[in-house]
Structures are given as structure tokens and as C-alpha cells.
């Protein structure tokens, strides 16, 4: 599988259909609207800062990956040709302790379609990516309050270990066993 091309059809806990694709160059409007459409709180858990609007040089990065280092899942619903974003995750690669590879990843979704599973569908593709690009842990820094988001973690089968450290929870995440 070339996670450049990933494309799946999926259905949420709801019974809604939805569609977890790799993320395209040509998605920066989509992306922007999906930005538009988080609340404020949820534009903090995420980029750990009140935001109101992506950058082009930000639209850039989020969209234009290489599937290597950097990989970049959406889910999408709607009909192919005016589909709307409503979730998304990325991991970004580098080599860590001792030449490990490890990956920070990263989970946006909708607000009013949280509670559906799609950050747990997106761990779980990512994580299956990763493993294929030669990475053998996730980190991830959570606020303490999202609750959601560590729930998420917890239930991976993943592993997660957790650190409190100056106001947020690192979280790392084995993605091979001799690395629990």
C-alpha cells in the first residue's frame, strides 16, 4: 500500500459513511475550511495556542507531505467532488534516542463529529503506515484536560505510556513489541 494513494471507505459509529484518503496539495481550501468550522477550544487542544486562521506557509506544510516522514490522513464525507473535511491526523518522523525512529502525531476532528471514532480510525491507519516507514513509537503532547484525546490513546492497544510534564501529558505509544 502507497500511503500517498490511501483512499477507504469507512462507516462511523453514527452509520454515517466517510472516507479516510491521504491528504492532497490541492486540499488547502478544505483544510481551511475545516479550520474555520473548529471552535476555539478545539483550535487550542490542537496547536496549543488561540489561532484564528492558517497561514498559506502553514496550509503548505499541513498539505504538501512527503509520505515518508511525513504522513497526513483526512476523512472526508460528502460526494467526491465537494467533499468537506471533517477530521484529520498526521505524524511527522525523526530519528530519536539511541537511532530510533519516532513520530509526533497530531488528530483534529469536527466538533459535531466527535464521539464517532474517527481519531481512533486515523491512529490506527497511521500507525500502520508508520510502521511500514520504519517508526516504532508515536509521541504525542495532550493538553490534561482533553480527555477525549488520552480516551483515545488508552484504548489504542497500543501501549500508551504517560509523563505530566510542565502543564501538558506526553504520551508515548510502542508501535512494536519489543519497544512496550
Same mark, same amino acid.
Given at each position: 500500500?502507497?500511503?500517498a494513494?490511501?483512499?477507504e471507505?469507512?462507516?462511523?459509529?453514527s452509520?454515517?459513511?466517510?472516507r479516510?484518503?491521504a &491528504?492532497? /496539495?490541492? +486540499?488547502?481550501?478544505? %483544510?481551511?475550511? =475545516?479550520?474555520n468550522?473548529?471552535?476555539? !477550544?478545539?483550535i487550542?487542544? @490542537?496547536?496549543?495556542?488561540?489561532?484564528?486562521?492558517?497561514?498559506?506557509?502553514?496550509?503548505?506544510?499541513?498539505?504538501?507531505?512527503?509520505?515518508?516522514n511525513?504522513?497526513a490522513?483526512?476523512?472526508t &464525507?460528502? /460526494?467526491t +467532488?465537494?467533499?468537506? %473535511?471533517?477530521? =484529520?491526523?498526521?505524524?511527522?518522523a525523526? !530519528?530519536?534516542?539511541?537511532? @530510533?525512529?519516532s513520530a509526533?502525531?497530531?488528530?483534529?476532528?469536527?466538533?459535531?463529529?466527535?464521539?464517532?471514532?474517527?481519531a481512533?480510525?486515523?491512529l490506527?491507519?497511521?500507525a500502520?503506515?508508520?510502521?511500514?516507514?520504519?517508526?516504532?513509537?508515536?509521541?504525542?503532547?495532550?493538553?490534561?484536560?482533553?480527555?477525549?484525546?488520552?480516551?483515545?490513546?488508552?484504548?489504542?492497544?497500543?501501549?500508551?505510556?504517560?509523563?505530566?510534564?510542565?502543564?501538558?501529558?506526553h504520551?508515548?505509544?510502542?508501535?512494536?513489541?519489543?519497544?512496550?
Amino acid at each position: 500500500m502507497n500511503p500517498a494513494t490511501y483512499d477507504e471507505q469507512v462507516t462511523l459509529k453514527s452509520g454515517l459513511e466517510a472516507r479516510i484518503r491521504a &491528504i492532497r /496539495p490541492d +486540499d488547502k481550501s478544505r %483544510i481551511l475550511e =475545516a479550520f474555520n468550522n473548529l471552535e476555539p !477550544e478545539s483550535i487550542y487542544t @490542537r496547536f496549543f495556542t488561540a489561532k484564528k486562521t492558517l497561514t498559506e506557509d502553514e496550509l503548505r506544510k499541513l498539505t504538501e507531505v512527503d509520505f515518508q516522514n511525513n504522513v497526513a490522513l483526512v476523512v472526508t &464525507i460528502g /460526494p467526491t +467532488d465537494s467533499e468537506t %473535511i471533517i477530521g =484529520a491526523a498526521r505524524y511527522a518522523a525523526y !530519528e530519536g534516542t539511541q537511532g @530510533r525512529r519516532s513520530a509526533e502525531v497530531a488528530f483534529t476532528v469536527e466538533e459535531d463529529y466527535q464521539g464517532q471514532g474517527i481519531a481512533s480510525l486515523l491512529l490506527h491507519r497511521l500507525a500502520s503506515i508508520a510502521r511500514r516507514n520504519g517508526v516504532i513509537c508515536f509521541e504525542a503532547e495532550v493538553l490534561a484536560e482533553n480527555k477525549a484525546m488520552l480516551a483515545v490513546f488508552k484504548r489504542s492497544g497500543l501501549s500508551p505510556r504517560q509523563k505530566f510534564e510542565d502543564g501538558t501529558i506526553h504520551v508515548a505509544m510502542p508501535l512494536t513489541e519489543s519497544e512496550s
